[in-house]
């Protein structure tokens, strides 16, 4: 039948997604984006792993996700901008403004990075230790 031979190529496509650790198909995707957007991920990457060594990388919807007890914060590749989405970003002290996206949302606020942009490291760590000692902290009645 001709239905079951294309059931057996998503078998195997599923087979081999499943097989790669999300670390691993983090990779995949930052090298898959041989431009700017590729280097601003790794460097975003670098930046939540020496904000909190212990963050643990998912992937999930198609998309690195990074958590510590619950979710954190993920990040995707747009044709003109890297998104790094907090899940919690509206109840986050950003004393360097650094939100610029989502503002409105009920409980995630959004940084867009674009090319050439400067990433203020030391205040972008901050955001992420204050979203994982939130997670630590547990849910605010």
Do not use: Y
């Not at 930046?47 to 198609?62: G, M, N, T």
């Not at 044709?79 to 009920?106: C, I, Y």
């Not at 606020?109 to 204050?130: G, P, Q, T, V, Y």
């Amino acid at each position: 039948m001709a239905g079951e031979g294309q059931d057996n190529i998503h078998k195997v496509e599923d087979t081999k997604m499943v097989s790669m650790n999300p670390s691993e198909l983090i990779d995949q995707q930052i090298v898959e984006l041989a431009d700017w957007r590729g280097r601003t991920m790794t460097k975003l990457r670098k930046i939540i792993r020496e904000a909190d060594p212990e963050i643990s990388e998912d992937w999930k919807w198609d998309t690195p996700v990074f958590s510590h007890n619950e979710l954190v914060l993920a990040f995707a590749a747009f044709k003109g901008n890297v998104k790094m989405n907090f899940f919690q970003g509206a109840s986050l002290p950003d004393s360097h403004k650094l939100f610029n996206a989502g503002l409105e949302a009920r409980k995630t606020r959004a940084i867009d990075f674009h090319e050439n942009d400067k990433i203020n490291e030391s205040a972008l760590k901050d955001l992420i230790r204050a979203a994982v000692a939130r997670n630590r902290a547990g849910p605010k009645s």
